[in-house]
């Protein structure tokens, strides 16, 4: 297998693909985002339990390369994408966020337990075998476990991602 350019695009669905074929999430609770953030409004219409946000960061370009490297592909490395993962636990009682971080199946912890597993050195290829991206996936950082103000629980992480971005347009 080579490592080969790729875009943005295709590592992101590549990503969801990961976490719905693992069985983590339904493809009805997975998707991208533009924004790292559900409103109240939009909670509420969750088709599920538990929904996953993958939302692309800011992603550096390798000034050298693009300098001297013409304009066929330019190196990201140090990009990021941020999975953030949102569980709601009908609660009949207050103070039950131990359920909401540890019950097995929509605990966020547990989910976020299922999300390393799956993205942990995450090494993505296409159709021909050949890698699209520079090195796996490798996750950089886990933030504090919140509650928002319409009763979800929300945790998200931070993943590096780096990748010889392809820039001829179709």
Same mark, same amino acid.
């Given at each position: 297998?080579? &490592?080969?350019?790729?875009?943005?695009?295709?590592?992101?669905? @590549?990503?969801?693909?990961?976490?719905? =074929?693992?069985?983590?999430? &339904?493809?009805?609770?997975?998707?991208?985002? %533009?924004?790292?953030? #559900?409103?109240?409004?939009? #909670?509420?219409?969750?088709?599920?339990?538990?929904?996953?946000?993958?939302?692309?960061? @800011?992603?550096? !370009?390798?000034?050298?390369?693009?300098?001297?490297?013409?304009?066929?592909?330019? +190196?990201?490395?140090?990009?990021?994408?941020?999975?953030?993962?949102?569980?709601?636990?009908?609660?009949?009682?207050?103070?039950?966020?131990?359920? +909401?971080?540890?019950?097995?199946?929509?605990?966020? #912890?547990? +989910?976020?337990?299922?999300?390393? @597993?799956?993205?942990?050195?995450?090494?993505? =290829?296409?159709?021909?075998?050949? #890698?699209? %991206?520079?090195?796996?996936?490798?996750?950089?950082? !886990?933030?504090?476990?919140?509650? =928002?103000?319409?009763?979800?629980? &929300?945790?998200?992480?931070?993943?590096? %991602?780096?990748? =010889?971005?392809?820039?001829?347009?179709?």
């Amino acid at each position: 297998m080579t &490592r080969v350019p790729s875009d943005l695009t295709t590592i992101l669905l @590549a990503l969801q693909n990961k976490l719905i =074929t693992d069985g983590i999430f &339904r493809d009805t609770a997975c998707w991208l985002s %533009l924004t790292p953030e #559900l409103g109240q409004d939009q #909670l509420g219409k969750m088709p599920a339990e538990s929904v996953a946000l993958i939302y692309p960061m @800011a992603m550096p !370009i390798e000034q050298p390369v693009v300098t001297g490297g013409g304009n066929e592909t330019m +190196l990201v490395d140090e990009g990021a994408v941020q999975l953030i993962l949102y569980s709601r636990i009908v609660l009949d009682q207050t103070l039950r966020s131990t359920d +909401l971080l540890t019950k097995p199946t929509i605990g966020l #912890l547990s +989910l976020l337990k299922c999300c390393i @597993a799956s993205w942990s050195m995450f090494d993505p =290829t296409r159709e021909d075998g050949n #890698l699209i %991206l520079s090195e796996p996936l490798r996750p950089r950082q !886990i933030d504090a476990p919140s509650l =928002t103000p319409a009763g979800w629980g &929300r945790l998200s992480s931070t993943w590096r %991602l780096s990748f =010889t971005q392809e820039i001829s347009c179709p």
